[in-house]
């Protein structure tokens, strides 16, 4: 077997501690330098250590854990070593003193160093380490190939005092560096920050109360009517607010300063119809010596949809609990008639299902369209068209497609349900060669204009006028009794029945 050979540390213990203490790489590696590129800086920093030490060679060198990297390399080609074989390893543990080999191949600690015994054939060494945050980094060192006399204390000062120098170029350019990163961050950090309120639509400001200016973005002028400005004056703002909400807003403003550091409003900006409505979100960032606010930041945002919305709500409920009511009277007066005009029950549940069936298709459309008014010919289609065959129609339907009120389309619905029902049972589409022509036309012009819709039956069975009137026809001639100046024609005719609606019209397309 072979001997197993023990590995004998190159540097003695106490340097390896120095070289290896973690406050000290933490420094080291926190200036982010190794394997950057060359620096003229630090080269003449070099230049200057080499001519002042009459030395060909001059290093700027970083001392890593496994490494010495030259930042700045005078008179040599290389650009790092181990640190195992490092002169400047042993320059860092002795102090903050420079360092001086006069004849290293006598001197006990590198004559077997491979810097001495190999090609380089390294004679001379003076370096003075370079201490950052207080931590030695690494030296400005001279190396020659032949052996020197000890400098004089001042050529050794005058190496420390580059060495100093070095020292501070790196603090200098770290500071740089983290500058130019934190700006950089600074930088994406405003231009996120503009994005964000961009798309949420916010208008950030700051307001130094002691001059009533408020720095802000150009949005914040828009947002009130203003001229595009990124300074305004307090003032000017309130004065831009509509005089509904300027004593709320000055109320509830100057409360929550005394009373917390949140401030949050809503009020509208006057010359706007609808108006809009603004949302304010502040809070104090600074107070005086007494305690009185001298700079809030805040933001300011568009609530009017919302607001609208709001108000649609609440005119939908209204709207909703007036139809609902109108809606359990219409079906208290089917269930009442229906039973009072039928024979059997079986005859009165398939009566008042059908009423039920047609009341809630109108209800339908309406709920649909937020209660804001049906298309006629959706509603005849809805009510008329069932009754028709597909594969062989005998309705014929025509007119311009006009919206109904609500009450207009529910009361039409009804109507145009019974019409069908009864042509089906006992009229004109009882009878194969039986046909129904419905129309309607718009009659006068702006607020006098009318719908007359007219429905004919042809064909059928020879109608005779009934003795007694049962609830359809009474429920035909009433159901538009909620549509004040409207009229409903409805008669037997031998060759089919005949029936007239004629109702005022209302602009609901605004």
């Known amino acids: 077997m072979d001997k197993q050979v023990q590995k004998i540390p190159a540097l003695p213990a106490s340097v390896l501690r120095a070289v290896e203490d973690a406050d000290r790489l933490a420094v080291l590696h926190g200036l982010d330098v190794l394997d950057t590129a060359a620096d003229p800086d630090f080269d003449r920093i070099s230049e200057l250590a080499a001519a002042m030490m009459q030395a060909p060679v001059a290093l700027v060198t970083l001392l890593d854990a496994e490494r010495q990297w030259f930042k700045s390399c005078v008179g040599l080609n290389e650009t790092e070593t181990g640190t195992d074989i490092s002169f400047s390893a042993h320059a860092i543990a002795a102090g903050d003193e420079p360092l001086v080999v006069t004849d290293a191949a006598v001197d006990p600690r590198f004559s077997t160093n491979p810097l001495v015994t190999g090609a380089h054939h390294v004679r001379f060494y003076a370096g003075a380490p370079m201490v950052v945050a207080g931590a030695r980094i690494g030296t400005l060192c001279v190396l020659d190939r032949k052996p020197h006399a000890f400098p004089s204390p001042a050529r050794l000062g005058q190496l420390k005092a580059l060495a100093g120098l070095a020292a501070s170029l790196f603090t200098l350019k770290d500071a740089t560096r983290s500058a130019a990163i934190a700006e950089a961050a600074l930088a994406r950090e405003e231009k996120r920050r503009a994005i964000a309120l961009d798309a949420a639509s916010l208008a950030s400001w700051a307001w130094d109360i002691r001059t009533d200016i408020i720095e802000c973005d150009v949005l914040l002028s828009e947002l009130f009517n203003l001229p595009r400005s990124n300074r305004l004056k307090a003032r000017v703002i309130l004065t831009a607010i509509d005089p509904r909400d300027v004593y709320q807003t000055e109320t509830r ?184 022509d419905l129309d309607w036309k718009t009659l006068g012009k702006r607020e006098a204009r009318r719908l007359v819709l007219t429905w004919r039956e042809s064909g059928g069975p020879e109608v005779v006028t009934p003795e007694r009137h049962g609830f359809g026809s009474i429920l035909i001639r009433r159901s538009l009794a909620k549509v004040i100046s409207s009229e409903v024609i409805h008669e037997y005719r031998p060759e089919g029945v005949f029936a007239e609606i004629s109702m005022p019209l209302e602009d609901l397309s605004k």
């Open 253 to 436: 403003f100057r409360d929550a300063l005394t009373g917390s550091d949140d401030y949050f409003g809503e009020y509208r900006v006057k010359g706007f119809d609808p108006p809009r409505w603004i949302a304010t979100r502040g809070r104090v960032i600074e107070r005086d010596g007494d305690g009185k606010p001298t700079l809030i930041f805040g933001v300011n945002y568009d609530i009017t949809e919302r607001k609208l919305g709001d108000e649609r709500q609440r005119l939908l409920l209204r709207e909703l609990n007036h139809r609902v009511k109108n809606t359990l009277a219409t079906v208290q007066a089917l269930a009442t008639q229906t039973v009072r005009h039928a024979r059997h029950p079986s005859e009165f549940l398939q009566a008042f299902g059908a009423r039920l069936q047609a009341l809630g298709a109108a209800h339908n459309l309406l709920s649909d369209r937020e209660w804001r008014g049906i298309g006629i010919r959706e509603l005849v289609q809805i009510e008329v068209k069932p009754f028709d065959s597909i594969q062989q129609p005998r309705m014929t339907i025509s007119g311009p497609d006009l919206l109904l009120t609500p009450d207009q389309a529910v009361g039409l619905g009804l109507i145009l349900h019974e019409l069908a029902s009864n042509a089906l049972q006992y009229g004109s589409l009882s009878a194969p060669s039986g046909k129904v």
